[in-house]
C-alpha cells in the first residue's frame, strides 16, 4: 500500500534546505576574471553594485592614464570608471567592447570617515557571481603570480582545482599608475 503524501510533505523531501536551513559559514566574496586564466575575488561587503553598461556611457577624459576609462553616472553621483586589468597590469587582449561589466565599489580615503569615502567602477572582463569562503583558507600568493599582480592581493584561496586570488581593494585604487598622467605634447 502506498502512502499519500502532502504538497507540504512532498516540498520537504525535495527542498529539505529551505525547511532545515544549513548554517553557511564563511564571508561572501563576488567572483571575477581578471584575465584569460585568472580568477579573482572582493569581499562582497567592499562591492556596493555590479552593473553591465554600454561603452557610450562611460565619458573618456584626455590625458589620462590608460586604466582609466573616464568617468560615468551612477545614481545620481560621478564616478571614476577603471580598468582594473590594466590597472594592476595583468595581461589582456585589448578588445573594444560595447558593454563593459562594472563592479562599483566605495574605498574609504584617510581615516575611514563616512565622508571621506570615494565610489570607483571598476571594469573586468567577466562576473562570475558570489561564492563564500573561510577566511581561515586564505593562504599567501604563490611565487609565479604577474609580477604586477602582487602589491594588490591579500592572497589567494583554493577552489574545486582553482586558485582564486583576493584583491585588497583599497590597494588597488590607491595604485601609483592611477596618478601618473599623460601629456598630448
Request: a negative charge.
Amino acid at each position: 500500500m502506498q502512502t499519500t503524501q502532502t504538497p507540504i510533505e512532498r516540498l520537504q523531501a525535495l527542498l529539505p534546505d529551505v525547511f532545515e536551513p544549513q548554517a553557511k559559514t564563511g564571508e561572501l566574496y563576488l567572483k571575477f576574471h581578471l584575465g584569460s586564466s585568472l580568477t579573482a575575488l572582493i569581499p562582497l561587503i567592499q562591492v556596493v553594485e555590479t552593473l553591465r553598461i554600454s561603452a557610450h556611457q562611460i565619458s573618456p577624459i584626455p590625458n589620462m592614464p590608460t586604466s582609466v576609462l573616464g568617468l560615468m553616472s551612477h545614481q545620481g553621483k560621478i564616478l571614476w570608471a577603471l580598468d582594473l586589468s590594466k590597472l594592476i597590469e595583468v595581461p589582456q587582449k585589448d578588445i573594444r567592447s560595447r558593454q563593459y561589466d562594472i563592479i562599483v565599489v566605495e574605498v574609504m580615503l584617510g581615516d575611514g570617515q563616512e565622508s571621506n569615502s570615494q565610489f570607483l567602477g571598476l571594469h573586468v572582463p567577466q562576473i562570475q557571481g558570489t561564492l563564500r569562503m573561510n577566511p581561515e583558507e586564505l593562504m599567501p600568493p604563490f611565487q609565479g603570480i604577474v609580477p604586477g599582480l602582487a602589491p594588490y592581493l591579500q592572497g589567494q584561496f583554493q577552489w574545486q582545482d582553482e586558485s582564486l586570488f583576493l584583491l585588497n581593494v583599497d590597494a588597488v585604487c590607491s595604485a601609483k599608475s592611477l596618478y601618473v598622467h599623460t601629456s598630448s605634447s
